[in-house]
């Protein structure tokens, strides 16, 4: 039986990991960058081994996975098709005196108050209700909303044509490469389609450790199915998911499943299943999969104009395939 973690302070796990050369924080010799980490010697090797892992379990393990590297900066007609430009947004309040900035549902969350499920005008009347103040005592704004997307402009002039965005997630990349996979492979349905690399976002609190981070590695999987059969697809991913994780030696006891409600998952999903592990700092999620429909490939299919219908082999019959994604953080890991 595996022995129960010990419990550390996060300044602790943070200076042993200095310590030992696993993680630094970022720009250390100028005084750091929030929310930025750099890796030493052992941290990369770490890094390394959890990523090829993933990469030899769910890719190179199998027969229908194909993988991808897509670019960090992509058309912004890619972040408006998939609704990041209108709603990849978080709830910010704001010390009325010194004007440091807050994630209302982390001040919530901080003060004994269960944020789940409240609509912004919510979590201010819970302020309210009880008397909540920020971490310096001081009264708080009222909450709006702050997209997470890092803006940047693309060439030499510095316009609204220009803007374009680092990538939040992988999962685009996947997305804009599903026409070339399967016009260059033509594999059978089911398949997926694999990538690891960086995202980026811009966090209004950056906190515990390289648990929530500016800048992180994802590894993630769109698995195109036959919409008529996308609960058994669910069903065998959820399945090599566990033992992913049991190949990375965690403890079976301090794994958990939570069947994410209607209210609380992503806009695009039609069920989600959080995979949460009892961490140093409390029971936070590990990783995600979830059922996303056509939502994706609909949405680039009306914003270019290109099908993305797949042609059944034997049939001809022409579908557009909906996506279970298996959504990993690699430092989470």
């Known amino acids: 039986m595996s022995k129960q973690p010990t419990q550390h302070t996060m300044e602790a796990l943070v200076s042993l990991a200095k310590r030992r050369g696993f993680i630094y924080q970022g720009s250390d010799v100028y005084g750091g960058l929030s929310g930025t980490w750099d890796y030493g010697p052992l941290g990369v090797a770490l890094k390394r081994n959890i990523m090829q892992l993933w990469w030899q379990h769910f890719v190179d393990g199998r027969d229908d996975m194909y993988g991808v590297d897509a670019a960090i900066i992509m058309n912004p007609k890619v972040w408006?098709?998939?609704?990041?430009?209108?709603?990849?947004?978080?709830?910010?309040?704001?010390?009325?005196?010194?004007?440091?900035?807050?994630r209302t549902d982390h001040?919530?969350?901080?003060?004994?108050?269960?944020?789940?499920?409240?609509?912004?005008?919510?979590?201010?009347?819970?302020?309210?209700?009880h008397g909540i103040k920020s971490p310096d005592g001081n009264p708080l704004s009222k909450s709006r909303t702050f997209n997470m997307m890092f803006k940047t402009h693309v060439g030499a002039t510095e316009s609204e044509d220009s803007i374009s965005y680092l990538r939040p997630e992988t999962a685009q990349g996947i997305f804009t490469n599903y026409k070339n996979v399967v016009d260059a492979f033509y594999p059978n349905l089911p398949f997926g389609i694999a990538q690891q690399g960086k995202a980026f976002r811009n966090e209004i609190a950056p906190r515990d450790f390289v648990f929530r981070a500016r800048e992180f590695e994802q590894m993630e999987i769109e698995y195109f199915v036959d919409p008529e059969h996308w609960q058994a697809a669910f069903d065998e991913l959820l399945a090599s998911t566990h033992e992913f994780l049991a190949k990375l030696g965690l403890a079976k006891e301090h794994i958990h499943e939570l069947d994410v409600p209607a209210e609380d998952r992503a806009h695009y999903s039609k069920k989600t299943i959080d995979i949460e592990y009892d961490f140093a700092i409390g029971r936070e999620e590990l990783m995600g999969i979830?059922?996303?429909t056509d939502f994706d490939l609909m949405n680039i299919q009306k914003m270019s104009g290109k099908s993305m219908e797949y042609r059944m082999k034997g049939t001809n019959e022409k579908v557009v395939p909906h996506v279970i994604e298996p959504s990993f953080g690699v430092e989470r890991a």
């Open 80 to 102: 408006q098709a998939s609704g990041h430009v209108d709603t990849f947004v978080d709830p910010l309040c704001e010390d009325t005196v010194n004007h440091r900035r807050y």
């Open 107 to 129: 001040i919530l969350k901080d003060n004994g108050v269960d944020p789940e499920g409240m609509t912004m005008q919510q979590m201010d009347k819970a302020i309210k209700k």
């Open 290 to 292: 979830a059922y996303r």
